[in-house]
């Protein structure tokens, strides 16, 4: 079983849709957690950045954070065709000994239809 | 433009060759990372470094070598050990003390 399991889809919604990505995780030690987005042949950038449980928002986009259940979301509102990407979670420990390593999910991948 | 560059986009391999693929950032970060990437697949950690002059194994290091003369400087060599090498690969770069990774644009490798 991988550490951090991302369901790959394709996931299709029409534009305006609101969108629900989300990743579950086997490790408690866990404390930051990210999601990247990705276009296609292009490198993820940093969408979101939280740090141990409860919700950040940023524009249309809502991250949030259950530990209790080792459950992450990424939540985007109105939706729009220029967010069809790929969206891969990642997170780490709060001690990272071997510096700031972070474990991935495989990336969902998302297209909005319009 | 503080970033991280990756040359060159697409490299083409032929059979038996090494090739080096460029990394360089101007972030300021200690640490620095290659990752391969196949598609419709996650990101699997080929090499890191925390500091100049020292560069520890990831998951799939075989068939690949790095260095990292230079704070700025991460090249990764495909070496001909490396038997599928097709794939997309990106290097990333984190401040000693930051919290998260920054990646640079990939490199596509293709085998002739």
């Known amino acids: 079983q991988k550490e951090v399991e991302q369901d790959p889809g394709p996931l299709s919604v029409p534009e305006g849709a609101i969108v629900s990505l989300n990743c579950t995780y086997s490790n408690s030690a866990f404390q930051y957690f990210m999601w990247y987005r990705q276009y296609s042949r292009k490198g993820p950038e940093l969408l979101m950045y939280?740090?141990?449980?409860g919700n950040k928002e940023d524009g249309r986009f809502t991250a949030q954070v259950d530990k209790s259940s080792k459950y992450i979301s990424l939540f985007i509102r109105d939706s729009q065709p220029s967010d069809s990407a790929t969206y891969l979670c990642?997170?780490?420990?709060?001690?990272?000994?071997?510096?700031?390593?972070?474990?991935f999910g495989g990336g969902t991948r998302l297209m909005v239809k319009p | 433009d503080g970033g991280i560059t990756q040359s060159p986009k697409y490299l083409f391999r032929k059979e038996g060759q090494n090739v080096t693929l460029s990394c360089e950032q101007n972030?300021?970060?200690?640490?620095m990372y290659w990752y391969r990437q196949d598609p419709g697949q996650g990101l699997r950690l080929i090499y890191y470094s925390q500091i100049v002059n020292d560069f520890q194994k990831g998951d799939i290091a075989e068939g690949y070598s790095v260095s990292r003369e230079k704070k700025e400087s991460f090249p990764l060599t495909v070496t001909s050990a490396q038997k599928n090498p097709t794939a997309f690969y990106l290097c990333?770069?984190?401040?000693?003390?930051?919290?998260?990774?920054?990646f640079g644009p990939g490199t596509r490798l293709l085998v002739l």
């Open positions: 972030l300021n970060h200690d640490a």
């Open positions: 939280t740090y141990s449980s």
């Open positions: 990642a997170m780490r420990p709060m001690n990272n000994n071997a510096g700031n390593m972070l474990t």
């Open positions: 990333a770069s984190s401040s000693t003390a930051g919290e998260t990774q920054y």
